[in-house]
T-cell receptor, first 114, second 108 residues
Framework: EAQVTQNPRYLITVTGKKLTVTCSQNMNHEYMSWYRQDPGLGLRQIYYSMNVEVTDKGDVPEGYKVSRKEKRNFPLILESPSPNQTSLYFC?????????????FGQGTRLTVV | GIQVEQSPPDLILQEGANSTLRCNFSDSVNNLQWFHQNPWGQLINLFYIPSGTKQNGRLSATTVATERYSLLYISSSQTTDSGVYFCAVRNQGGKLIFGQGTELSVKP
């Protein structure tokens, strides 16, 4: 089954404790990205990747890191989480950036930083 | 940049009723999608519909790209249809631009 898989689904952590949210897709998609969703602010892009070893900042990259060592995986790293990073996070992938390419989302990760 | 606007922002229906949700976008695009965010927060792909009409069960969607709008039709609504419906388009860099959503509540 074609899918984007995120883990974990739910996470409660403490301020400053490094964490990684994993994202994997099995559709051989080149384009992958991370979004966060907050009440009143909608979905905002954090980072994106056009292909292996090619990543770039989205609209709200502060406090996050990403890597794209393999085509299928695009982990989101919070080196020193803070309470303002409490949010619902989504990973998405698409075949490319052009028209004719549908985007698919993971199940979401609900992160709470206390 | 591209602007995406949805209407109405909120909708309350009785089970069995029909509804139409609208999405307007500011620039020519060829990649409009509709999503349903269920009460558990998951974003479910409903339609990838750059133009034309598609149907999937009780749901159908129409995009008129030349007039920059898309419509999502829900017929014979069920309580499981509750949640937030988003339309989104991708800009040239691949980023999804979302509308603010329509929050649908279907009452039994």
């Amino acid at each position: 089954e074609a899918q984007v898989t995120q883990n974990p689904r739910y996470l409660i952590t403490v301020t400053g404790k490094k964490l990684t949210v994993t994202c994997s897709q099995n559709m051989n998609h080149e384009y992958m990205s991370w979004y966060r969703q907050d009440p009143g602010l909608g979905l905002r892009q954090i980072y994106y990747s056009m292909n292996v070893e090619v990543t770039d900042k989205g609209d709200v990259p502060e406090g996050y890191k990403v890597s794209r060592k393999e085509k299928r995986n695009f982990p989101l790293i919070l080196e020193s989480p803070s309470p303002n990073q409490t949010s619902l996070y989504f990973c998405a992938s698409a075949l490319g950036t052009g028209g004719g390419t549908e985007a698919f989302f993971g199940q979401g990760t609900r992160l709470t930083v206390v | 940049g591209i602007q995406v606007e949805q209407s109405p922002p909120d909708l309350i229906l009785q089970e069995g009723a029909n509804s139409t949700l609208r999405c307007n976008f500011s620039d020519s695009v060829n990649n409009l999608q509709w999503f349903h965010q269920n009460p558990w927060g998951q974003l479910i792909n409903l339609f990838y519909i750059p133009s034309g009409t598609k149907q999937n069960g009780r749901l159908s969607a129409t995009t008129v790209a030349t007039e920059r709008y898309s419509l999502l039709y829900i017929s014979s609504s069920q309580t499981t249809d509750s949640g937030v419906y988003f339309c989104a388009v991708r800009n040239q860099g691949g980023k999804l631009i979302f509308g603010q959503g329509t929050e649908l509540s279907v009452k039994p």
